[in-house]
């Protein structure tokens, strides 16, 4: 039987690996053998959305999907609740798909009934082409997108259109946090720009991810991420505004350089990151080495009789 927690239980666990300088770590996962580890391994908590679950079939993460994007989430939810103890799992909500209050509640409850702890707002349209993501973060040399990420790409581009012309954009995402933290749900908000995160802090998210592009790194990793000290401007301008908004607001980041535990001195030492949010940073490059690695072993075995 999973321990069930609290808003104030997460956020008293997270103080107490802040005051003892000990890093948050922020894990997703796409399957339950991955989150089985990622808990046995320290995490403090796992993050469960779509992309992560593309990464366990071997595709980039922007990579299309159909569907809706929460019921993935929903399907992903069992076997996760089945094999973890107490680490607190975050689903990954697609605002887009929710026009309503009412309908983002009922979502929101959804969650919380199949045995999750929080909500972060992902799928994002937050990176998508808004002119000051282009001027911090160079979006449109950021990478070279093969005919897959385009294809998901331009999916996500859609969604944002979409909800733009609906009158609703990044703005509803923030609406989505507010929402959650208003029934004392725990809450984690990916955030582009500096605006981006006032916006989340203000609408009361426990933790801000700052966004720095995508990870580089592994077989589908970004091509071209930005330098550590790129990476960290874009990163201390984000939480500039966290700051603004909610000065006790956790900051963590992601993405771009940061790719691996060798990463982390440049992190801390660029940023007053106070932890970081891997996603192929944990499910994929380390899985692409072990089992690499394991069957040349297997392979270049001679047979001596």
Not at 10 to 25: M, Y
Not at 128 to 157: T, Y
Not at 205 to 216: F, K, L, P, Q, Y
Not at 270 to 289: A, D, K, M
Request: aromatic share 6%; charged share 25%; hydrophobic share 40%.
């Amino acid at each position: 039987m999973r321990t069930t927690l609290s808003r104030k239980q997460i956020l008293e666990r997270l103080a107490q690996q802040v005051e003892q300088k000990s890093p948050i770590v922020v894990a997703t996962a796409g399957n339950g053998l991955m989150a089985k580890l990622i808990e046995l391994g320290g995490a403090d908590i796992i993050l469960t959305y779509h992309t992560a679950q593309l990464r366990m079939k071997g595709l980039p993460s922007v990579a299309p999907v159909e569907g809706s994007f929460n019921e993935i989430v929903e399907e992903m939810a069992a076997e996760q609740v089945y094999v973890t103890d107490s680490i607190p799992l975050v689903a990954g909500i697609n605002a887009h798909e929710l026009p309503t209050d009412e309908q983002i509640i009922n979502q929101i409850d959804r969650y919380v009934s199949l045995g999750f702890n929080g909500i972060a707002n992902f799928p994002t349209i937050g990176f998508l082409d808004r002119d000051d993501v282009l001027v911090k973060q160079d979006v449109g040399e950021r990478r070279k997108f093969d005919a897959l990420n385009d294809a998901g790409l331009n999916q996500l581009a859609e969604i944002g259109r979409e909800s733009i012309a609906k009158g609703m954009g990044f703005n509803h995402e923030v609406r989505c946090i507010e929402l959650a933290h208003k029934k004392g749900i725990f809450t984690c908000a990916y955030c582009f720009t500096a605006d981006d995160a006032e916006k989340m802090a203000l609408a009361g998210a426990d933790m801000i991810v700052a966004h720095c592009g995508g990870t580089s790194g592994g077989l589908t990793g970004t091509k071209g991420a930005k330098s550590y000290t790129g990476a960290a401007e874009v990163i201390n301008w984000i939480y500039d505004g966290a700051r603004k908004g909610n000065p006790d607001a956790l900051l963590l980041g992601h993405g771009g350089p940061f790719s691996g535990p060798e990463d982390m001195d440049e992190l801390y030492r660029l940023t007053p990151s106070v932890g970081f949010v891997s996603g192929s940073s944990v499910e994929r490059i380390p899985v692409e080495r072990a089992v690499i690695g394991v069957v040349k072993e297997f392979k270049n075995y001679q047979i001596n009789r």
